[in-house]
């Protein structure tokens, strides 16, 4: 309480019991008073229990008082009447109270109502009336008294601070009196004396003056210092009662808590349905009392669901059933949910995610193991519920199935839903059952198809109805009068829906008996209803502040907070215009809150209150509330855009509410604001100061409100570092806004092609949440650019999903060479993305090196480790399943290309799959025509990815399985066998055997042997039911081996092809042939048939194609001539059942009309004939679309389009690396896809609706990348590759500046003369040596030489000498100059590795004779004289097979790796071993050495995906760090940039991977898309250049940023304070936070500013100091108001050396460098690869940058780009307390708005130059291949 000395202001009582008003009457007549003024404005109302006495409104007697609309003059009187009525009537009630307290008729609490002031009776609530040990916890009174009370009698601000008698002009005694008894005596009885504070001061003039009074400023400041403290402390108190209650901060229990509460406040609102609740009472006993049987458990487990219209109470009678539940069912525990209403039940996954958490804490599980993914999580969490038991059953209830996302296309997100639940567990869900959710009310029937399983909600009967008001009625202590009841009675029986029910009694609750209430007045409807209810709230709360509420509510995304509300009215000058009409004299610059509080409390029934984005949101409660504000409010699409608009501009951070005419803002009111939005910068502050003070009527408050992407949170506390929070709420709502508010323009600059708020909303959210925004965007406007960057974030989405910050890469990778002055915003984004992406992503690309977005490919999935053997998709197109020779099924979403399912129990290869036509089971199956084994045929749940049963009894064949189109059974041909015979046998006989092999039961053996002598084969057509996978039947019948199946669309028949040459009709009902067909002119297998939907033809292949009728078996038309014979490979019918396509071997496609037998088109992909491959001759599929396009696959790795009308090839889907398998084309009523699987190991899925949009094309060989070379001397690099072409690119640009294809054969290396003016290259297995002119690209000589074919050849570092091995392995050594053999020795054994030393060795590692002995294993060094290749040593110290070696530029050390899981390090000058590394446990795959700190290091990896990093400049090795985040081999190192920095790679993992070699940490991932090749490095430019499989060529550069991250001997920091206020930076950071509109020229203009700056940041391993550097580095750009400085420094490294390259001569294997050595491992083969198991990757999780609870203080700042996690640098535990030893000292926290930046020395200094010589690798040495 803050008191003064004035008591203020008096009401009149709004209401005075009937008892005391007659009293006031009796006094006030027996003293001769007036009460006329009583009796005319109190009017009796008898509907209140007890009657009372109620003030009528002023408007009845003086209507000018409150009419804005009538003259001033007549509202001047009215007021002034109605002041001189006030003071009349208040006289009255003040005499006859002192009268009645006097006589004690009355009690002084009685009498405080007639007398008391507002503030009197507002601390008599707060304070007065609590109990006083309650109060003193929570009370703070401050006193004020001026001292010369005497001397201010005729001051003019007399009034303001004291009551002021107006007749007689001074002081009045009677306030004052009261006032200090209030004061002086109520409340010192009540509080403690440190609950009060009291000041006093002297008056001066205009009262309160702290500008000319310093004690008036001392004592304001004290009053606001003790205010503070103590407020603070009074929170203080109550967390410490608190303690560390876990709850507290429990996202979980918050989550819990809310809904419980929800559910009581729901419960109270609930009568009636006695009926439907009787049901959900026998469900929910009978499943948690009785055990659920097998016979039972089908129909009697199911969800129960509760349907209904919108209102009819769906959410109340949950609520009741969790009531009974918990009342009647003590031992269950017991879930609810309203979903909707929290962030955690937006969606299904963030609902299961609450599910699994709050199911594991009951039953003991731990929360860690929570999957993210959905399809884990759906499993996972019906794993959980069978955690249920007798002792302790679960009960779930989920109301408002509907406030869930649905796809209407896809029911998977009603697939978490079980279809049966376990035992014990019982599940309640309610779902909206009306017009505008009739999708998912079918999606549910359809899961749920009994009747038994839905409790529909009726309307209320009539009697019910009207006793549920009587009871309201009750419970307000209020009535109606018999006609106002009739009239209620005869409105219920139009409608009597509960929501109709609750507006209907919010309406009559507000009737006095005196009021005369008409028929025509009451709704007939919920729609009347609502539009009454708008009508009361315009009139009691004005028609500006309701409508714009309601209208801020309805379009708000995801509701919206209260301070975002008050903002926005404050903000919208219809509502602030509105207001100044009724406080003309105030300058009010924002919405009080208690505006909104009055009403809230009026709509309080119809709004509810949810956590979204971390805080506590509002939105209407009802559906069709928001329709009636859309109808009534915004029909005009100007207004909806309006609204819209004023979302974004206070996001953004534009427009507090301007001034309006007659109101004029004081600098008080001004700073008043300023201290509200705390977080302007100081330029602005300035700038509007300076209009207040010179009097500018029109102030711009335009950016008065700056909403940060993150904001940055400083503890206070020492041990607790810096945190971030992102702004959910602007990241979530502005794109929305803007998008509907058609600001399509401001949507590209300032989020789609601005790089920061893409990475930042990245990392906030998730990639899926920024695709809806782009697809919103595309829903409302076309556009290009926005078209194509969303493409290609799709084309990223398991990269990105993965790992956000590859989002610079991948968009500079795909869109660089599109990023041109066609496309402006592009450009910016991709400037954007290179300025600022390289400072968490070090490896950028140069140029354009990943498939562009905009054609036809969507999605690339490279999930698959094994050969892809079978492809299929569901009949509703929405999911692909691929089975693969790694034993795995895997299922894919289509529409998102999310990996949803990895299926794993089969033991053998999955051959093929098969979907129900459900969309409900999997079967995926491993048998083929081999008969001896038993054959797995499992059966999955498709949505869950549950294993469900085997097929048992399939015993070998081709025949794929169908399964009936009614979903219930499954078919399949097979070969016959008694195994299968007994087993049928023992099923018919009742006995459960599904899960039990044949081969292990006696009695099958038994019976086995006593038919021994029966008939082996028999060719037999199984029949499986579904529902339990029992063996149904058998169709016998066939005499030769089942080909195909096939059925009819009404499942009445099956058609059975077969090597007996017939087809046979099968009745599926009885078992029996009822038809066999042949061919009429001649007899042949029949191999293929297909049946059209309409059940009248099947097409069938015998000798010939025919068309067949299925009413006679008749052939009605041949397709073929009768010399035409061609293996067909496949048969599809069109969708409309005209056409037939017909697939051959030959690389040929034929479609035929199959009601006229007519040839439509004939094509011949005569591309893939001529393929020198025998295996590319076959067309996998074909399928039309679009009308007239044919899709072929046929041949090589590229499908065709064509037009086969005229046989024309429109287009072509490049991309697959090898040749293509599978096909499936979607039918014209779907999306127009196509979906490829080849033998690359990928699928493709392929929008073909953009076939004719413009695609640049990727420059990139056809076939796999043999080696990389650079030139430095003419600045380009040259790539090979086994399409017998060389290119040659530039290697500043990456730009592609010539083609040379090679006659001779493909090419392994060239070898660069003459400063690179001409080129060496010797074709593999030719004896033949090309000279190219590199000038010209062309070849100017083709040389034989005298020597047999070469498979490689090897150059000297000097170019004298010419070393190369034959087909025969034979050695032979040339002279260079004149190409003159020198000598030749015939090794007889095959090299596994070759390395070139000092030009006067050869090093070999080869299977070679010596001493009598053969050597296999190739586990030593044979040392050759190079000139006379006489062997001169042998280096012996390995055990088993050396894998790899490499040699220190000095050739001084050779170090090589082996099986033996060693890693020798030689010294070449007395040929001895220098030192060994032992300290891995797997065998050496790869070895790169660089020096660090005048110090020899090696990095080694192993086909464990282990990395590690050691130094061995002494005789013992010494460990520096074990790298782990390799889940495969590695099979490819060096060193980069100065080797301060390591890359790894293995080539089946797709990714490189940088280390800090100082740090021994993971710096980033960089995602490849393909398998690598080879790879060279370029120190000079930091470049690195890698080679992939799928013919590209990527140009990687190494950001300068992170080469200058140096670090010094003694980790010494220094810091640099930076100005974030400069006058530059000031108009650059307005710019951006008014729009961003011109942050792309400010890119632009600072570039150079910023990489100066950037050079000098240390980079960090913490995510949140990332950030703040990354602030830093930007303040040019954005205004960082105050970062905290508390952290912990990490510095990063400089590098000062090169890296050592590996090449090979040979296209596979493990290849190394042309003069250290090279691999001949298999020259045809695979290099080996590990068969164990991976090494789990020991990244840690993120670290935590969501802190919604913390209670630290909070420093907004926009900031550019967001930190990458401790999950991508790869640290353990261990590693921070590496880095914990020698990071910095903590530095304090500052006050003022600073950023630090931090510098190191430019170069390391290196004493010993001669080390340094000696193991820098020569830059000729810097290529590295892998395969």
């Given at each position: 309480a803050l008191l003064g000395q004035k008591y203020g202001y008096f009401p009149l009582p709004y209401q005075i019991t009937a008892f005391n008003f007659q009293l006031i009457r009796t006094v006030l007549l027996a003293n001769q008073k007036p009460i006329e003024l009583l009796d005319q404005w109190y009017k009796e109302d008898t509907n209140a229990v007890p009657p009372v006495y109620i003030l009528q409104p002023i408007s009845i007697h003086l209507a000018n008082y409150n009419n804005m609309e009538a003259k001033a003059e007549l509202r001047a009187e009215d007021e002034a009447t109605w002041s001189s009525i006030h003071q009349?009537?208040?006289?009255?009630?003040?005499?006859?109270?002192?009268?009645?307290?006097?006589?004690?008729?009355?009690?002084?609490?009685?009498?405080?109502?007639?007398?008391?002031?507002?503030?009197?009776?507002?601390?008599?609530?707060?304070?007065?009336?609590?109990?006083?040990?309650?109060?003193?916890?929570?009370?703070?009174?401050?006193?004020?008294?001026?001292?010369?009370?005497?001397?201010?009698?005729?001051?003019?601000?007399?009034?303001?601070?004291?009551?002021?008698?107006?007749?007689?002009?001074?002081?009045?005694?009677?306030?004052?009196?009261?006032?200090?008894?209030?004061?002086?005596?109520?409340?010192?009885?009540?509080?403690?004396?440190?609950?009060?504070?009291?000041?006093?001061?002297?008056?001066?003039?205009?009262?309160?003056?702290?500008?000319?009074?310093?004690?008036?400023?001392?004592?304001?400041?004290?009053?606001?210092?003790?205010?503070?403290?103590?407020?603070?402390?009074?929170?203080d108190k109550v967390m410490l009662k608190v303690g560390d209650n876990i709850f507290d901060s429990n996202p979980l229990y918050q989550e819990v808590l809310h809904h419980l509460h929800f559910c009581l406040k729901q419960n109270r609102s609930f009568y009636g349905r006695q009926q439907e609740l009787t049901t959900l009472q026998e469900y929910l006993q009978q499943t948690c009392s009785k055990p659920i049987t097998p016979s039972t458990h089908k129909h009697k487990n199911s969800p129960l669901v509760v349907l209904g219209p919108s209102g009819c109470g769906k959410t109340a009678f949950i609520a009741k059933g969790v009531e009974w539940a918990s009342k009647h069912l003590m031992t269950a525990d017991i879930i609810v949910r309203f979903l909707g209403h929290t962030i955690d039940s937006l969606s299904v996954v963030k609902t299961l995610t609450s599910l699994c958490q709050q199911i594991g804490q009951l039953y003991d599980q731990s929360l860690h193991d929570i999957p993210k993914h959905y399809s884990k999580l759906v499993i996972y969490f019906l794993r959980l519920l069978a955690l249920a038991n007798r002792r302790k059953p679960l009960i779930l209830f989920l109301d408002g199935l509907d406030e869930l996302p649905f796809n209407h296309k896809d029911d998977h997100h009603l697939s978490w839903l079980p279809k049966q639940l376990p035992p014990y567990v019982a599940m309640v869900i309610s779902i909206k059952d009306d017009r505008n959710h009739h999708d998912e009310v079918k999606a549910l029937k359809n899961a749920f198809p009994l009747d038994s399983c839905y409790i529909e909600l009726e309307p209320l009967a009539i009697?019910?109805?009207?006793?549920?008001?009587?009871?309201?009625?009750?419970?307000?202590?209020?009535?109606?009068?018999?006609?106002?009841?009739?009239?209620?009675?005869?409105?219920?029986?139009?409608?009597?829906?509960?929501?109709?029910?609750?507006?209907?009694?919010?309406?009559?609750?507000?009737?006095?008996?005196?009021?005369?209430?008409?028929?025509?007045?009451?709704?007939?409807?919920?729609?009347?209803?609502?539009?009454?209810?708008?009508?009361?709230?315009?009139?009691?709360?004005?028609?500006?502040?309701?409508?714009?509420?309601?209208?801020?509510?309805?379009?708000?995304?995801?509701?919206?907070?209260?301070?975002?509300?008050?903002?926005?009215?404050?903000?919208?000058?219809?509502?602030?215009?509105?207001?100044?009409?009724?406080?003309?004299?105030?300058?009010?610059?924002?919405?009080?809150?208690?505006?909104?509080?009055?009403?809230?409390?009026d709509l309080n029934d119809y709004i509810i209150e949810f956590q979204v984005d971390g805080l506590t949101a509002i939105r209407w409660y009802h559906q069709q509330i928001c329709d009636i504000v859309r109808q009534r409010y915004l029909q005009d699409d100007g207004l909806q855009r309006e609204i819209h608009s004023q979302y974004a501009n206070y996001y953004i951070g534009k427009g507090i509410v301007s001034s309006t005419k007659g109101s004029q803002y004081s600098i008080a009111d001004y700073h008043l604001q300023n201290q509200r939005f705390h977080h302007h910068n100081s330029s602005q502050r300035r700038s509007v100061d300076s209009n207040i003070q010179a009097g500018n009527d029109n102030i711009s408050h335009d950016n008065l409100q700056l909403q940060p992407m993150i904001y940055h949170i400083h503890s206070t506390m020492s041990t607790q570092r810096h945190k971030i929070r992102y702004n959910l709420r602007k990241l979530n709502e502005l794109p929305y806004h803007l998008i509907y508010s058609h600001r399509f323009d401001e949507v590209k600059e300032m989020l789609f092609c601005f790089y920061p708020w893409l990475i930042t909303k990245l990392q906030a959210v998730s990639l899926p949440v920024v695709l809806d925004d782009f697809e919103l965007f595309l829903s409302q406007m076309h556009d290009i650019e926005v078209k194509i960057i969303f493409d290609a974030l799709r084309l990223s989405y398991h990269t990105l999903d993965d790992d956000p910050f590859s989002l610079a890469a991948e968009l500079i990778g795909q869109l660089a060479t599109l990023a041109n002055d066609d496309y402006h915003y592009l450009q910016l984004l991709i400037e954007s993305a290179d300025e600022i992406g390289c400072q968490h992503s070090p490896l950028l690309p140069v140029t354009s090196c990943l498939f562009p977005p905009g054609g036809v490919l969507r999605y690339t999935l490279d999930d698959c480790k094994g050969e892809i053997l079978c492809l299929v998709a569901t009949s509703n197109y929405q999911y692909i399943i691929a089975g693969s020779s790694d034993y795995l099924v895997r299922i894919w979403n289509i529409s998102s290309g999310e990996l949803m399912h990895t299926l794993e129990k089969h033991t053998r290869a999955v051959c093929g799959a098969v979907v129900t036509h459900d969309c409900r089971i999997v079967l995926s199956y491993?048998?083929?025509?081999?008969?001896?084994?038993?054959?797995?045929?499992?059966?999955?749940?498709?949505?869950?990815?549950?294993?469900?049963?085997?097929?048992?009894?399939?015993?070998?064949?081709?025949?794929?399985?169908?399964?009936?189109?009614?979903?219930?059974?499954?078919?399949?041909?097979?070969?016959?066998?008694?195994?299968?015979?007994?087993?049928?046998?023992?099923?018919?006989?009742?006995?459960?055997?599904?899960?039990?092999l044949v081969d292990d039961d006696d009695e099958v053996m038994e019976y086995l042997f006593d038919h021994d002598d029966a008939e082996y084969y028999e060719f037999l057509i199984p029949i499986w039911n579904l529902d339990d996978g029992r063996l149904d039947q058998i169709l016998q019948g066939h005499t030769g081996e089942i080909l195909q199946i096939c059925m009819t669309t009404h499942d009445r028949y099956a058609l059975s092809c077969s090597r007996d040459q017939t087809t046979r009709i099968w009745e599926i009902q009885t078992g029996q042939c009822i038809r066999v067909i042949h061919e009429p002119k001649c007899h042949d297998y029949m191999f293929h048939l297909a049946i059209t939907q309409d059940n009248r033809f099947a097409i069938i292949q015998g000798h010939h194609l025919g068309v067949y009728s299925l009413d006679n078996g008749q052939q009605i038309y041949q397709l073929q001539e009768d010399n035409h014979y061609h293996p067909i490979t496949r048969l599809t019918i069109s969708n409309d059942d005209q056409y037939v396509i017909v697939c051959y071997e030959s690389n040929t496609v034929e479609i035929w009309n199959i009601m006229t037998g007519e040839l439509i088109c004939h094509f011949q992909d005569k591309a893939s004939s001529l393929s020198q491959s025998p295996d590319n001759d076959d067309v996998c599929g074909a399928d039309i679309t679009l009308g007239n396009h044919l899709v072929v696959a046929s041949g090589y790795n590229v499908p065709k389009i064509v037009d086969y009308e005229n046989g024309k090839i429109i287009s072509q889907l490049n991309g697959h690396a090898s040749k293509v398998k599978e096909l499936i084309v979607t039918p014209e009523s779907h999306e127009p896809l196509a979906i490829t699987a080849s033998d690359d190991r990928t699928i493709k899925i392929w929008n073909l609706s953009n076939l004719d949009v413009p695609k640049f094309e990727l420059p990139r060989h056809k076939k796999d990348i043999t080696f990389i070379t650079i030139c430095k001397e003419k600045n380009y690099y040259i790539s090979g590759s086994m399409d017998n072409t060389l290119k040659k690119w530039d290697l500043e640009t990456g730009q592609l500046l010539e083609t040379l294809t090679i006659s001779a054969g493909y090419l392994y290396s060239i070898h660069f003369m003459l400063h690179g003016q001409v080129g060496y290259c010797f074709p593999l297995d030719t004896a033949t040596r090309v000279k190219i002119d590199m000038a010209n690209f062309v070849v100017t000589e083709t040389h034989t030489l005298d020597s047999m074919a070469l498979i490689g050849a090897h150059v000297t570092t000097s170019g004298e000498y010419l070393v190369g091995i034959t087909i025969k392995n034979d050695i032979i050594t040339w002279e260079m100059k004149h190409f003159k053999q020198m000598a030749k020795f015939a090794l007889n054994a095959m090299i596994k590795h070759l390395a070139?030393?000092?030009?006067?060795?050869?090093?070999?590692?080869?299977?070679?004779?010596?001493?009598?002995?053969?050597?296999?294993?190739?586990?030593?060094?044979?040392?050759?004289?190079?000139?006379?290749?006489?062997?001169?040593?042998?280096?012996?110290?390995?055990?088993r097979t050396i894998t790899c070696m490499i040699k220190t530029r000095n050739e001084r050390y050779l170090l090589t790796g082996s099986n033996d899981t060693t890693v020798i390090v030689w010294d070449m000058e007395n040929r001895k071993i220098f030192s060994k590394m032992t300290a891995h446990r797997y065998s050496i795959k790869s070895i790169a050495v660089a020096t660090i700190d005048n110090k020899l290091i090696a990095a080694s990896g192993s086909d464990r995906g282990i990395v590690y990093l050691w130094d061995f400049h002494q005789s013992e090795c010494r460990v520096l760090f074990q790298l782990e985040g390799h889940k495969s081999s590695v099979e490819g190192l060096t060193f980069a940039l100065n080797d301060y920095y390591l890359i790894s790679m293995s080539t089946k993992e797709n990714i490189l991977k940088i280390w800090h070699t100082k740090r021994g940490y993971l710096i980033a991932n960089y995602y490849l898309h393909a398998n690598p090749t080879n790879f060279t490095e370029c120190a000079e430019k930091n470049v690195i250049i890698i080679g992939l499989e799928d013919g590209r060529v990527m140009r990687l550069k190494m950001s300068s940023e992170i080469q200058m991250n140096n670090v010094t001997g003694n980790n010494e920091i220094t810091d640099h304070s930076i100005a974030s206020d400069s006058e530059e930076s000031q108009k650059q950071a307005l710019s951006l936070e008014n729009g961003?509109?011109?942050?792309?020229?400010?890119?632009?203009?600072?570039?150079?500013?910023?990489?100066?700056?950037?050079?000098?940041?240390?980079?960090?391993?913490?995510?949140?100091?990332?950030?703040?550097?990354?602030?830093?580095?930007?303040?040019?750009?954005?205004?960082?108001?105050?970062?905290?400085?508390?952290h912990d420094d990490v510095l990063s490294t400089q590098m000062n050396g090169n890296n050592i390259r590996k090449d090979s001569l040979a296209p596979t294997g493990m290849?190394?460098?042309?003069?250290?050595?090279?691999?001949?491992?298999?020259?045809?083969?695979?290099?080996?690869?590990?068969?164990?198991?991976?090494?789990?990757?020991?990244?840690?999780?993120?670290?935590?940058?969501?802190?919604?609870?913390?209670?630290?203080?909070?420093?907004?700042?926009?900031?550019?780009?967001?930190?990458?996690?401790?999950?991508?640098?790869?640290?353990?535990?261990?590693?921070?307390?590496?880095?914990?030893?020698?990071?910095?000292?903590?530095?304090?926290?500052?006050?003022?708005?600073q950023i630090i930046e931090e510098s190191l020395p430019q170069q390391l200094p290196i004493e010993n130059k001669a080390l340094e010589e000696a193991v820098k690798p020569s830059d000729s040495a810097r290529n590295n291949n892998l395969h």
């Open positions: 009349q009537i208040q006289q009255l009630l003040w005499f006859a109270a002192d009268e009645l307290i006097a006589t004690e008729k009355i009690s002084a609490n009685e009498g405080l109502k007639l007398k008391a002031s507002s503030i009197e009776q507002e601390i008599s609530c707060g304070i007065l009336d609590l109990d006083k040990a309650v109060v003193n916890d929570c009370s703070l009174c401050i006193f004020r008294t001026f001292a010369n009370v005497e001397s201010i009698s005729n001051d003019s601000a007399i009034m303001t601070y004291f009551d002021i008698d107006q007749e007689k002009q001074e002081i009045d005694e009677r306030a004052n009196r009261l006032l200090s008894q209030l004061r002086d005596h109520k409340l010192i009885e009540k509080l403690d004396g440190q609950q009060i504070e009291q000041f006093t001061i002297d008056w001066q003039a205009e009262g309160i003056n702290p500008h000319q009074c310093q004690s008036h400023y001392d004592y304001l400041q004290q009053c606001c210092m003790i205010f503070h403290k103590n407020v603070k402390g009074m929170i009697d019910a109805a009207l006793q549920i008001i009587d009871d309201w009625l009750y419970l307000h202590s209020t009535t109606l009068t018999p006609q106002q009841r009739q009239l209620v009675s005869n409105t219920i029986l139009r409608c009597s829906l509960p929501l109709f029910i609750r507006l209907l009694f919010n309406q009559v609750v507000q009737w006095h008996s005196y009021q005369s209430i008409l028929q025509a007045e009451l709704p007939v409807d919920i729609s009347s209803a609502i539009h009454q209810l708008f009508d009361r709230m315009e009139d009691r709360h004005g028609q500006a502040l309701f409508s714009r509420t309601a209208c801020y509510m309805v379009c708000s995304r995801h509701g919206l907070t209260v301070n975002e509300l008050l903002d926005l009215l404050s903000c919208d000058t219809y509502v602030m215009e509105e207001i100044h009409r009724y406080q003309p004299t105030q300058a009010v610059l924002n919405i009080p809150i208690l505006i909104w509080l009055r009403l809230k409390y491993t048998y083929n025509s081999d008969i001896t084994h038993d054959h797995e045929i499992f059966a999955w749940n498709l949505q869950t990815g549950e294993y469900l049963y085997n097929l048992r009894g399939h015993s070998g064949g081709p025949c794929p399985i169908v399964t009936t189109y009614n979903s219930r059974y499954a078919l399949s041909g097979c070969h016959h066998n008694l195994k299968l015979q007994a087993w049928l046998e023992r099923s018919q006989s009742g006995q459960d055997i599904s899960n039990r070139l030393v000092k030009s006067k060795y050869i090093l070999t590692v080869d299977n070679i004779e010596a001493e009598g002995k053969r050597y296999f294993d190739a586990k030593c060094i044979h040392v050759w004289d190079l000139k006379t290749l006489k062997l001169l040593d042998r280096l012996t110290g390995h055990t961003h509109s011109e942050v792309h020229a400010a890119v632009r203009r600072n570039s150079e500013e910023i990489k100066r700056r950037d050079s000098q940041i240390v980079r960090e391993i913490d995510t949140v100091e990332k950030m703040r550097r990354l602030s830093a580095q930007l303040s040019d750009l954005f205004i960082a108001e105050n970062v905290s400085d508390d290849r190394m460098s042309v003069d250290h050595g090279h691999d001949q491992k298999g020259f045809g083969v695979k290099a080996e690869i590990a068969k164990d198991s991976p090494v789990p990757n020991s990244d840690v999780n993120h670290a935590e940058a969501k802190d919604t609870n913390s209670t630290d203080d909070i420093v907004q700042a926009e900031t550019l780009t967001v930190p990458q996690t401790d999950n991508q640098n790869g640290l353990t535990k261990d590693d921070h307390e590496k880095i914990k030893n020698i990071e910095s000292t903590t530095q304090q926290v500052t006050t003022t708005p």
